[in-house]
C-alpha cells in the first residue's frame, strides 16, 4: 500500500542552524502539506503546495519558512535559521484532489520528524 | 474560525472495557467532523468522518462516533477495546479552505 515516507525521523540542531525535512508524498498525489505539533498541543497547519507554488499559509509559515518540491519525488521544508520554539513534530500529508466535503479525499499523512533544536 | 477540543489528553482504560474519547467543536461553517488515529511511529490515519446524513457514523476498527449539533460534539465511542488500540488520537473539523483543524490529540492507554 503507497505511503507518505519522511525523513530523517529524528534531527537535533543547534539554534539558529539551517534544517531541510523530506518529504516523499504518495506518487500520484497533487497536493502536499506541512502541519506541525509541539509537544502537548494541537497539530497546526502549516503550508499547502500544488503546482509548483504555495496555495496558502498559516501565520506561522513566516519568512523562515520555505517549501520546495525540488524533482518528481521529494517535498521538502526549509527552517532557515532555527529557533528554540522551532522544536516540533513536523508531519508531511499529500492528497490527490484538494476538493469540498461532498468529494472529501482523505489526507495521508507521513510517520513525522521530531525536530529538536538546542 | 473553527476550534476543536479535546479535553482529556490521556484514558487509560482496561482491555474489554467501553471507551468514550471526547471532541468538541466550534465552527462557522457547515460542520465537517473527522478522527484520526495515530499509531507509534507511524503517521495520522483516517479513522472515521461526519460529512453529512446519519449522525452516527462507523469507521474503521469498530469505532463509532456520534455528532450532537447542540452539544456540538462529536466523541469517539467503542465498546470493547483491545491492547492495540493503544494509540494517539486526534478529532478535527474541516475549515472553509477545506483544510481540517485538530485538536491536541487523546492518548489512548488500554492496559491488559
Known amino acids: 500500500e503507497p505511503e507518505v515516507t519522511q525523513t530523517p525521523s529524528h534531527q537535533v540542531t543547534q539554534m539558529g542552524q539551517e534544517v531541510i525535512l523530506r518529504c516523499v508524498p504518495i506518487?500520484?498525489?497533487?497536493?502536499f502539506y506541512w502541519y506541525r505539533q509541539i509537544l502537548g498541543q494541537k497539530v497546526e497547519f502549516l503550508v499547502s503546495f500544488y503546482n509548483n507554488e504555495i496555495s496558502e499559509k498559516s501565520e506561522i509559515f513566516d519568512d523562515q519558512f520555505s517549501v520546495e518540491r525540488p524533482d518528481g519525488s521529494n517535498f521538502t521544508l526549509k527552517i532557515r535559521s532555527t529557533k528554540l520554539e522551532d522544536s516540533a513534530m513536523y508531519f508531511c500529508?499529500?492528497?490527490?484532489?484538494?476538493?469540498?466535503?461532498?468529494?472529501?479525499?482523505?489526507?495521508?499523512f507521513g510517520p513525522g520528524t521530531r525536530l529538536t533544536v538546542l | 474560525a473553527q476550534s476543536v477540543t479535546q479535553l482529556d489528553s490521556q484514558v487509560p482504560v482496561f482491555e474489554e472495557a467501553p471507551v468514550e474519547l471526547r471532541c468538541n467543536y466550534s465552527s462557522s461553517v457547515s460542520v465537517y467532523l473527522f478522527w484520526y488515529v495515530q499509531y507509534p511511529n507511524q503517521g495520522l490515519q483516517l479513522l472515521l468522518k461526519y460529512l453529512s446524513g446519519s449522525t452516527l457514523v462507523k469507521g474503521i476498527n469498530g469505532f463509532e462516533a456520534e455528532f450532537n449539533k447542540s452539544q456540538t460534539s462529536f466523541h469517539l465511542r467503542k465498546p470493547s477495546v483491545h491492547i492495540s488500540d493503544t494509540a494517539e488520537y486526534f478529532c478535527?473539523?474541516?475549515?472553509?479552505?477545506?483544510?481540517?483543524?485538530f485538536g491536541r490529540g487523546t492518548s489512548l492507554i488500554v492496559h491488559p
Open positions: 478535527a473539523v474541516l475549515g472553509g479552505s477545506y483544510i481540517p483543524t
Open positions: 506518487s500520484n498525489h497533487l497536493y
Open positions: 500529508a499529500s492528497t490527490f484532489l484538494a476538493g469540498g466535503p461532498s468529494s472529501y479525499n482523505e489526507q495521508f
